[in-house]
């Protein structure tokens, strides 16, 4: 049986539970959720699993150090422990990325050049050449992490963010990260029992991560490079390996996932990321102004989407929120519609009671997907039926 290790996967804010949830379901051991990360145990094999598999991870890392520091000189002196010739080689460009929260050390920046001296010191002690920093595109890039004087050193296996997919080559104003659009829909708790509409659908990332996940479609299986396949330890048949299993858990589309959108340019843009994906059997697209539309079936729908606002593109609030609530109330009944936003005070004209509200960030604002239970008839007879 191979070696277990722990790692650590990095989410965003809101996102913990959902992916404590997927990495249990995935098969790790001792997963544990923190602030903006879970930890877990799995071996190298789990490692590349999480990553290609891991909808609302952010980046996958490997410590390798924990320790307490006051001092740059403790700093130094912990980071020169590891022995780093073990890691890397000579040969190998790195790069380190840094994030502080800490009385004791106030920059980043200072904080990964003094661990670049250790690192950088300790080659030349033993080999009199040190490695190369690539800040672009390193062989290996190591994270630092300090909480006061709480640090963790770690190896990042993932490279770039794990929301950079490799399907998305064409944005519109404000695009969705594809982590945030996964986690939106997991939080609506749709996983393709019913037809699914995005009827503001922009680049259709939601659409996309959507049909992924009713498929089981591993979101990362387009990527063409992980971090880890820098590493000593790369093992390629055994990533090939655990490609292939996951490939062949995919399913067939039972379902109807279709996006609207106003602008044709905008929808050239959403069809070349959807075929990109290999998606374009599974989600239709259509030039429609979702105000103007109406329900086309009766039976169930779940509407999802990201609606502008004024952080965004300009709107007349109280207007434009009112025509949502009257569309979903005039042209779709029998649906269940969730919407994120940060313009809270539009929640208040959309004239339905949200059943649930979930506070999440996207990027740097405070947002709310909100749900809206769209009855046919009374409410009483929906139930009933």
Known sequence: MSEQFNMVAKTIFGYEELL???LIALGAADVAKGKRMVS?????????????????AIKILKPILQFSAFTEKSLYDNVQSIDWSKVFNLHQTFAIDATVHSEFFNHSLFVSQKVKDAIVDQFRDKYNERP????????IRINVYINEHEVSIALDSSGDSLNKRGYRAETNVAPMNEVLAAGLVMFSDWHGQCDFLDPMCGSGTILI?????????PPNRHRKYFAFMK???WNETLFAQIKENLLKKIKPMEVKITGYDKDQSVIEKALNNIKLAGLEKSIAIKQMNFFQSKKETETPLHILFNPPYNERIDIETETFYKTIGDTFKKNYPGTTAWFITANLEGLKYIGLKASRKIVVANGQLEARLAKYEIYAGTKRIFLRE
């Open 20 to 22: 404590e949830k997927e």
């Open 40 to 56: 877990f145990k799995g071996d190298l094999g789990f490692l590349y699993k999480a990553n290609l598999a891991c909808r609302t």
């Open 209 to 217: 991560e959507a049909a992924m996940i009713a498929q089981n479609i």
């Open 132 to 139: 190369s920093v690539d800040l672009k595109t390193p062989d």
């Open 231 to 233: 590493w000593n330890d």
